[in-house]
């Protein structure tokens, strides 16, 4: 293994400059700084990151929280975290939160207090004040997306608007027969995010003097298979038919675009749909949706957490996250 002394040698620099410039702390010239990266590059010098812990006192490692590994949206979120923070020399550890409480309390109990991580970021986890406080109490910064959390900077997704902007889309192109396609009961943990925006659907709809109908209404699990399911409830059951659908997932609106043309409509001649994400299948599938951004909210929480750790005040550590109508092939007049 190639130690930094021969680094050092090969630069032609002592062992402490070159010890400063691989690790970011204290001055170093520019064309010191650009030797020392050359002869690191030739010899195949990387930095140990036990060794870099022991002189620093960090790990160059985030913790990331995460209710689910296995959605799209959540991985973008942590394409974003990690390519952000990679380029920056961090590595990322994943606690994912599943729906048992054992494993949850474990994470907040021990896995977090091993000291293994120098900062955390929780994504779309509600935590309880118990859990709030076991993250203060790392005395780590911490950087939380999802709903509000007063203690805690929080990167905010108004999940209410969010909805509320795709059906007032449909609202404008004349639909009032609007079914919305949510989630199940055991979906809508950790800031309610499907409660919020059938809230926000049922909102835009009461601004505009409609009220809801139940039977507009059909749960589902947030994947595509289960948006298909769900249309084809919707479509398929006797009497009126709605001529457009808000699905609370941009993967449960592309279920209800392939359900609908199985059934024999055409989208949008015959039915609207919308959804919320920014999914990246939506160019293909020319899916109407409220675009959330989920890659830049990865990117931004890394760099809220970064400025954190160089003791830098950044306005990017807390602030409600943008989002952007984009409309495309699967909404139409009515």
């Not at 601004?207 to 084809?232: C, H, M, N, Q, W």
């Not at 299948?281 to 899916?287: D, M, N, Q, S, Y």
């Not at 109407?288 to 830049?296: G, K, M």
């Amino acid at each position: 293994m190639v130690s930094i002394d021969e680094v050092a040698r090969l630069a032609g620099l002592s062992t402490a400059t070159v010890s400063r410039a691989l690790s970011g702390r204290g001055y170093v010239s520019a064309a010191s700084r650009e030797r020392v990266t050359i002869a690191a590059r030739q010899l195949g010098y990387v930095v140990s990151s036990r060794a870099s812990s022991l002189a620093s006192g960090r790990t160059r490692n985030v913790g990331v929280v995460v209710p689910f590994l296995d959605r799209w949206f959540f991985s973008t979120v942590l394409s974003g975290v990690s390519s952000a923070l990679m380029r920056q020399g961090y590595d990322i550890t994943l606690y994912n939160i599943t729906a048992d409480e054992a494993v949850r309390k474990d994470v907040f109990d021990v896995a977090l207090r091993r000291q293994r991580v120098d900062a955390v970021i929780a994504v779309a986890i509600e935590l309880d004040e118990e859990e709030t406080e076991q993250l203060l109490a790392l005395d780590l910064p911490v950087i939380a997306i999802g709903g509000p959390n007063p203690r805690l900077d929080t990167l905010t997704v108004d999940d209410f608007a969010l909805a509320r902007l795709a059906t007032e889309h449909l609202l404008a192109l004349g639909h009032t027969e609007i079914a919305h396609i949510g989630a199940n009961p055991e979906f809508d943990i950790d800031f309610h995010i499907p409660t919020n925006r059938r809230l926000g659907f049922e909102q835009a709809l009461a601004d505009a003097g409609i009220t809801p109908k139940s039977a507009y209404l059909e749960p589902a699990d947030f994947t595509v298979d289960g948006g298909y399911r769900a249309a084809k409830q919707l479509l398929g059951r006797p009497g009126p038919r709605p001529t457009a659908v808000f699905a609370a997932s941009d993967e449960m609106a592309i279920g209800a675009v392939l359900a609908a043309r199985d059934l024999g409509y055409r989208v949008p001649e015959d039915l609207s749909v919308v959804g919320i994400d920014g999914h990246e299948l939506g160019e293909f599938f020319r899916l109407t949706t409220v675009d959330q951004f989920p890659l830049a909210q990865g990117e931004r929480a890394a760099d809220a957490v970064l400025a954190k750790l160089e003791g830098t005040d950044d306005a990017a550590a807390h602030g409600a996250l943008p989002f952007e109508l984009i409309v495309r092939g699967t909404t139409a007049r009515r």
